[in-house]
């Protein structure tokens, strides 16, 4: 209670006319998800390098993510057996929302970490469902090995990422993201360094700030939902990842 009512404090302490506000948020969100035990303190590092890039492309969805946003919710409604991958940061700033896309697209989501203890996937995932997530897998049920992989984050579940054909994995490691490509799944990254490992290996990346691509995201779905396999096909077909990560190097570079 004492760190909620310190939140409405920052909350109301940030002029609403603050051009950071939003980012200035986000950080407290992220301590009270460290303070819950869902986030590690290296994961508060990794926001800090995010917000970085997010400076470079002037805290905005561009229009190459864009084009990334459309071809991911394409791939995703292809997909037979779709996955959203969540790790700590994630989950904490963005559980609701990370709830909406996984209904919307009848999927699961699996808890995968880097630093993996069975404390803090229990937490995540109690934390997932608690903000409206149906299915959470990666807690019991870890019961599968992704190959040519060593850190904790080969652990799956068999039900999840491992039998799955497209994961969406937000806010990656690059080497399980390369594992994941090797083991044929259409690997879609939401990233915000476009010269990541990440960024280069995933078929589709979406280089944008994670709160704003989810739910943008969630619209594109929605929206095509409404067109036949032939349509989305297309959208995949002229989509080119090289291209949107150049297009955003070079806005970065600006």
Not at 18 to 47: F, M, N, T, W
Not at 74 to 85: D, E, F, G, K, Y
Not at 149 to 177: F, M, Q, T, W
Not at 194 to 204: E, N
Request: proline share 3%; hydrophobic share 40%; with cysteine.
């Amino acid at each position: 209670m004492k760190y909620l009512r310190f939140i409405c404090y920052i909350i109301n302490m940030i002029p609403e006319s603050h051009p950071r506000r939003k980012s200035l948020l986000l950080r407290e969100k992220l301590i009270e998800g460290y303070k819950k035990g869902l986030v590690c303190d290296s994961g508060l590092i990794a926001q800090g390098r995010g917000e970085a890039f997010d400076y470079l492309i002037g805290e905005r969805t561009r229009n190459p993510a864009r084009k990334a946003i459309r071809a991911a919710a394409a791939a995703l409604l292809l997909a037979t057996h779709p996955v959203i991958s969540v790790n700590g940061n994630a989950a904490a700033l963005a559980a609701e929302d990370i709830g909406k896309l996984a209904e919307e697209l009848g999927c699961a989501v699996e808890v995968n970490l880097f630093y993996r203890t069975q404390g803090r996937v229990e937490r995540i995932g109690a934390h997932l469902k608690k903000s409206g997530v149906k299915q959470v897998l990666g807690v019991h049920d870890a019961d599968a090995r992704i190959p040519e992989l060593n850190s904790e984050r080969r652990k799956v579940s068999r039900k999840g990422i491992y039998g799955a054909d497209c994961v969406l994995i937000p806010l990656e490691d690059g080497d399980r993201c390369e594992a994941l490509v090797k083991m044929g799944k259409r690997t879609i990254a939401i990233d915000l360094n476009p010269m990541s490992r990440t960024a280069r290996k995933a078929h589709i990346t979406i280089v944008d700030e994670f709160t704003r691509a989810i739910p943008l995201l969630t619209g594109e779905v929605r929206r095509l939902k409404e067109k036949d396999a032939a349509y989305l096909k297309a959208i995949l077909k002229r989509y080119r990842n090289k291209k949107v990560l150049e297009d955003m190097r070079k806005l970065v570079y600006l």
